[in-house]
């Protein structure tokens, strides 16, 4: 069984508030499992709920009118997605699908919304999120439009180990396992592409790649190749470092 007020409690949105808003969100929760690869959120459903991840990985996009998808971000346990929802918005060409087998917990948003009354420092934490989370997706659409698709790749792999990096020695596993298709899908790319490219990076001893897995042997190497600076910093959002860059 789930123990929803532990999860609530070590997220890093709702981390910082009391026992009595904690037991309140925790109190009018749920939580529902999701198997792997399957939908969470269709563009045509509506949203009155905050999601919380408690395990597992999530994936969220759009969809093309010819079903195609483009993913955005991807959000782990720990982590909330939905909150456009908290005030009163929804994505309708949203597309939110589970990548491993996954549990969530349903937070109302007028639950939220409560939190938000008492607590009005929450709602700069929330804020703060969001626009972590914009910033990540403006970059990435940059990407799409501007740069080759090794550089595209580059960023992102980039980008995966800010957001789910563990250091190890001077190297960095992206803890997250991802599909060739999935990396296409957050680049604009196809699973061919991202084949090729990752087969490149790995002669020049930049990456390793395992199974559905990927261990930058030289981070700062490749940062350096797409003009980016390499460094770590602790991010209050987490339990866990961060991995943080600066540059274009």
Known sequence: MVDKYWHVKRSGLFGALGEEALRSIESCSRTRDFPARSPILLPEDGNEHLFLVVKGLVKIGRLSREGKAATLSLVEAGEVFGELAVWGDVDPEQHVEAIEATTLLMIPVAAVGQVMERHPEFIAVLTR?????????????????????????????????????????????????????????????????????????????????????????????????????WHFEWSPLTSHSRLAWNGA
């Open 129 to 229: 999120m969001l626009g972590l989370r914009q910033r990540r997706i403006e970059r990435r659409l940059a990407n799409l439009l501007f740069r080759s698709h090794r550089d595209r790749l580059i960023h992102l792999l980039l980008d995966l180990a800010e957001q789910f990096g563990e250091r190890v020695g001077e190297g960095c596993r992206i803890r997250v396992r991802l599909t060739h298709e999935d990396l296409g899908n957050l680049i604009g790319s196809t699973r061919e592409s991202v084949t090729v490219v990752l087969g490149h990076l790995r002669n020049e001893g930049i990456v390793t790649i395992g199974r559905r897995q990927v261990f930058l042997t030289s981070p700062g190497e490749l940062a350096s190749q797409v003009d980016r600076h």
